[in-house]
């Protein structure tokens, strides 16, 4: 229950109070010093390997920058170096949760040289494992995206029709997809209904242009 309370901090900082995300990362660290516990350091890891791109993740009018474009060059590399650290010798202790698999796949993101060079395969792998530790829709729709990376957009979208569409960002993850697999009306149609739904100004203005670009 701390670590839940804990990660609802973060990220409640992580979308732009960086004081408040820096603070969940101070309480987290007294947490997992204070217990033997794999998953209090899971959860620092995951906080670190996030927080180490917070310069990256927003342009300079407020914009929100997709992972895929963020400018790696910006990312807090000792932060990323202690987060996988962090993780490795929670990782050892062999008693997995979904806060370890979460920092897992962050890490993965974090060391790739080029969105290009993501390991998609291992990636999948890690959402495997954290579907089935968590159950949780919300899992399965990142799932989809990472399906749609190793096996093609196709298969992504058959991985989406499997998650109900209520879930949060169900639009703009079927948006992608089908961008991704040419199919540029229907994406359109569904960046617009993500950017509707979107919780966010930030989110909503990107689904926006992602939209109006597809339009031009």
């Not at 993965?108 to 494992?129: C, F, K, N, R, V």
């Not at 957009?153 to 697999?181: D, S």
């Amino acid at each position: 229950t701390v670590l839940k309370v804990l990660y609802l901090i973060f990220n409640e900082g992580y979308t732009g109070q960086e004081d408040l995300a820096a603070e969940a990362i101070r309480l987290t660290r007294q947490a997992a010093a204070a217990s033997a516990e794999p998953e209090a350091a899971g959860l620092l890891a995951l906080m670190l390997l996030h927080h180490a791109r917070r310069h990256s993740r927003l342009g300079p009018a407020g914009e929100l920058i997709p992972l895929a474009q963020q400018d790696r060059s910006r990312w807090d590399m000792e932060l990323i170096a202690e987060g996988v650290d962090i993780l490795q010798h929670a990782l050892a202790q062999d008693r997995l949760g979904e806060y370890q698999a979460q920092a897992a796949i962050a890490a993965l993101h974090a060391d790739a040289p080029s969105a290009a060079e993501t390991d998609w395969p291992q990636i999948l792998q890690w959402y495997d494992e954290l579907a089935r530790l968590t159950n949780s829709p919300v899992v399965e729709l990142n799932r989809a995206v990472a399906v749609g990376q190793v096996d093609g957009p196709i298969a992504g979208l058959r991985a989406v029709e499997a998650v109900p569409g209520h879930v949060p960002r169900h639009a703009a993850v079927r948006a992608y997809l089908n961008e991704q697999a040419g199919n540029r009306a229907a994406a359109r149609a569904l960046y617009l209904e993500a950017a509707r739904a979107a919780p966010s100004i930030p989110e909503r203005d990107h689904l926006t242009r992602q939209a109006a670009r597809l339009q031009r």
